[in-house]
């Protein structure tokens, strides 16, 4: 049995229950808290990827319909579907050339078992031969700190406040800073957004966010909170401007929390398909990027970015944004994701 018959076997046991609890033939309070949350993301991952799974998932179905046998054709159409998914020319080229050994080697002709070993390919791209965490690098006992960079119009504000969200109600005591004195109504925005989430805020009206930052972290520091999130400036126009401004803000963070590994976000938008990865190359050269927040997952029809962000720019992705609502925003997980996309394949 492949990577994914397994997978399918596992996920759609959870989307029985899930079944189950809406059809109320199980009480949901019967269920612990660790599955419940396993059974939500499986869903949200199921609902969120329906838009890739109907365009994507559906032309590759149709591969096995219309071609008797695995031709230079089939492989052609293989890549530009691949393509056209947002997945990258050179990581579908290297992909298409895997799989064109592992059928000759296997001598597969059974397009069934094909599906198995495409999935499983694409699986790899993610996985390679590293041992990757979508989990956050917080530290029980001290003050954590997560600077979030991005350009405008992303969705970086909104993604702050969600993963706060979520940080608030996994136990943790957060505050937001607002280094973010560029662009105007920035503050006021994740002030607001500090009010609906009900945790705390910094910010004020001076122009220079490493002073902000500094200020706010140390009053983070002497009241014992666990976990402050700051957003920064998106303009990516100047990058030697921005590098100076996020190495300064760097030294500041790391004068009140010196022994403490700084998570740095970038936060991308999905339906931008390239541009997000050409975004993404060109914060990696500023910047030391920890990991990527994929925004509006749910609203593209090429949700194969995910693998080529993994491939090109070599950051694992760490949340996952597949709905409007603060709970929407949840951590990534490949055997999900995967499981999502091709449920139907």
Do not use: C, H
Not at 25 to 38: A, L, M, S, V, Y
Not at 106 to 131: A, C, H, P, R, S
Not at 295 to 318: F, H, Q, S
């Amino acid at each position: 049995m492949g990577l994914f018959s397994k997978l399918k076997e596992v996920f759609s046991k959870k989307e029985e229950k899930i079944e189950e609890i809406k059809n109320e033939t199980i009480n949901e309070e019967k269920i612990g808290k660790e599955e419940k949350e396993e059974i939500v993301e499986t869903e949200k991952y199921v609902d969120g990827l329906s838009k890739s799974r109907d365009n994507f998932v559906s032309k590759l179905s149709i591969l096995g319909i219309k071609y008797t046998k695995i031709s230079d054709e089939f492989y052609d159409e293989l890549e530009e579907i691949l393509i056209t998914a947002d997945i990258g020319v050179n990581t579908v080229m290297d992909f298409v050339d895997r799989l064109k050994k592992r059928v000759k080697d296997e001598n597969i002709t059974d397009f069934e078992y094909l599906k198995e070993v495409i999935v499983d390919e694409l699986f790899m791209i993610y996985v390679g031969n590293d041992i990757l965490s979508s989990k956050l690098n917080i530290v029980d006992g001290e003050l954590n700190v997560i600077l979030f960079v991005g350009v405008n119009g992303v969705g970086k504000t909104t993604s702050i406040a969600k993963i706060a969200n979520k940080l608030k109600n996994d136990g943790k005591k957060v505050m937001l800073i607002a280094g973010d004195t560029f662009r105007a109504g920035a503050v006021t925005q994740l002030d607001e957004w500090a009010k609906k989430i009900n945790v705390s805020f910094f910010g004020d009206d001076r122009e220079d966010p490493s002073a902000v930052i500094y200020d706010g972290l140390t009053k983070a520091k002497n009241e014992n909170y666990d976990v402050v999130l700051v957003d920064t400036a998106g303009r990516l126009q100047n990058k030697v401007n921005l590098m100076k401004e996020l190495e300064k803000m760097n030294r500041v963070i790391g004068d009140i929390v010196p022994n403490n590994p700084i998570e740095t976000l970038l936060v991308i938008d999905a339906t931008t398909g390239q541009n997000g990865i050409s975004q993404a190359k060109s914060f990696k050269e500023i910047t030391n990027i920890t990991g990527i927040v994929l925004t509006k997952l749910d609203g593209t029809a090429k949700g194969g970015i995910v693998l080529a962000i993994r491939e090109l720019v070599n950051i694992p992705v760490k949340f996952v944004g597949l709905g409007e609502k603060e709970t929407d925003m949840i951590p990534f997980d490949i055997e999900k994701y995967i499981y999502g996309l091709f449920k139907e394949f």
